[in-house]
């Protein structure tokens, strides 16, 4: 059995099928990853919600004073950089197609969804990927910080691969109809298994066929 798929499979007998949240308009989605970056889900939630709240439409917020957008998305960190980096590819968003919406990517296709929205500066395979899985519908594996690591781990990927390398690479070796599932569960065994310092290896459905395991037996 292809080892993606083994690993596919098991995750799903130890997490079950995942559920996201529902999914955002594709705009949203893309404030939202943006906002994501470096931080938490709960930190980046808190700056979301505060700025739907804050500003009546995304027209606003491109339209805002910079300082009241950095200071409503404190929440997420990094906010004097990822505010006027909001501000700016909703400004280029504007510009190219005239309005605020990224909804006609839903007729593009996959290739040409991700190249348009890595035009901009902040956005790259990561977010584009995650805007395209879970907003558009469209097939795309984002790789996070947890899926790079585990996958490194793992054996899935070279070992000396970066994270934008990888996308294709693991797009790959996954079937598309598993990445949804694959992407998700690969997060969860990552924050509550496989952590950054010390992974939790005895308690891992997939020990026995783990390069990391393999080299560094508890």
Not at 41 to 68: G, I, M
Not at 79 to 108: C, H, M, V, W, Y
Not at 149 to 173: C, F, I
């Amino acid at each position: 059995m292809n080892k993606a798929i083994e690993i596919h499979e098991r995750l799903l007998q130890k997490f079950g099928e995942p559920i996201w949240r529902n999914p955002l308009p594709p705009l949203d989605e893309l404030v939202s990853t943006i906002l994501s970056q470096s931080t938490n889900d709960n930190n980046r939630d808190k700056a979301f919600d505060a700025l739907r709240a804050r500003f009546p439409s995304w027209e606003a917020v491109r339209d805002a004073n910079e300082s009241e957008v950095i200071a409503t998305i404190r929440p997420a960190g990094l906010a004097n950089q990822k505010g006027p980096r909001i501000q700016n590819i909703l400004q280029r968003i504007t510009e190219i197609r005239g309005e605020l919406s990224l909804d006609f990517l839903k007729d593009s296709s996959p290739e040409d969804a991700l190249n348009w929205l890595v035009q901009f500066k902040g956005v790259g395979p990561k977010t584009a990927s995650i805007v395209l899985l879970f907003s558009l519908g469209k097939p795309a594996f984002p790789v996070d910080t947890h899926v790079n690591r585990l996958s490194g781990r793992l054996g899935l990927r070279p070992e000396k691969m970066n994270a934008v390398q990888a996308h294709d690479y693991l797009a790959a070796q996954f079937p598309p109809e598993t990445y949804y599932a694959a992407h998700l569960n690969l997060i969860r065994l990552g924050r509550e298994i496989c952590k950054a310092r010390k992974p939790l290896c005895l308690k891992c459905p997939l020990q026995d066929i783990c390069v990391y395991y393999a080299e560094n037996p508890e």
